[in-house]
């Protein structure tokens, strides 16, 4: 159910990209309950005068191989969860592709189950009386 959208700047490998989306996806299915081929998931890549971030924001040295990841998701998890999604994913991701800690930036978008539709146009999710 998570939506996945990475953006990143250009000049990376495709080999590159796909760690990250790999490791991504399974941080994910082992801290956020996941089930097994729920991926979607994108990449966009931006020019350097497309891609503008803080160098030093909240104290943090982040470089040009800054990493955002917006997951847009079910609002169904608690706090401990989610701390442990984000320790998780940046734990991957610095194992593969080698990102460093400070070139991750997440950010979770929460959205009630019935918002979904994984296709025929229907609310997989919603509950039987809605």
Not at 16 to 29: D, N, Q, T
Not at 74 to 87: D, G, H, W
Not at 92 to 99: A, F, I, T
Not at 106 to 127: C, K
Request: charged share 25%; glycine share 4%; hydrophobic share 40%.
């Amino acid at each position: 159910m998570p939506l996945s959208q990475i953006s990143m700047r250009k000049g990376k490998p495709a080999a590159y990209r796909k760690a990250i989306l790999e490791s991504l996806y399974l941080a994910m299915r082992e801290t956020f309950n996941v089930p097994e081929e729920d991926r979607f998931m994108t990449i966009a890549e931006h020019e350097a005068d497309d891609f503008n971030y803080s160098a030093s924001y909240l104290g943090i040295a982040r470089s040009d191989d800054l990493v955002i990841i917006q997951l847009t998701v079910n609002n169904t998890r608690t706090t401990e969860q989610k701390k442990a999604l984000f320790a998780r994913i940046v734990e991957r991701l610095s194992q593969s592709p080698g990102l460093r800690p400070e070139d991750v930036l997440i950010n979770l978008v929460e959205t009630l189950p019935e918002n979904w539709s994984f296709g025929h146009g229907v609310a997989q999710y919603a509950r039987k009386n809605d």
